[in-house]
């Protein structure tokens, strides 16, 4: 399979998606859920993204360079909302998305 030469950006992908997936459903029942609106949000779009991506890497997609930048950017901005957080879900998950950005970076040329 040619998309093996991904196959560590596929796998950050995957657990940058399961870990925004978690710190959503996490974010959903704190209690002041509310302050927590734009972290759901993010976490949701940047698991999206990632699994979009990791799902387009799988079928060799002519779009690595445009699916990596804004799948870096999604991160990026997920990350830095999660790590204003102290919730143990929030501080997984921006390191989860530090690393999935760093990594789509890496495909950008």
Do not use: W
Not at 6 to 21: D, G, K, Q, R, W
Not at 55 to 77: G, I, M, N, W
């Amino acid at each position: 399979m040619s998309h093996e030469k991904y196959s560590t950006v596929i796998e950050t992908l995957h657990e940058c998606m399961e870990s925004c997936n978690h710190c959503y459903i996490s974010c959903l029942g704190e209690e002041h859920v509310k302050e927590m609106a734009e972290c759901i949000r993010l976490d949701r779009e940047c698991a999206d993204i990632c699994s979009l991506f990791e799902q387009s890497l799988t079928r060799d997609t002519p779009y690595v360079q445009e699916l990596a930048q804004l799948c870096a950017k999604a991160c990026r901005d997920c990350g830095e909302e999660c790590a204003k957080h102290d919730h143990d879900h929030c501080q997984k998950c921006a390191e989860a998305c530090r690393k999935c950005a760093d990594e789509c970076e890496k495909l950008i040329a």
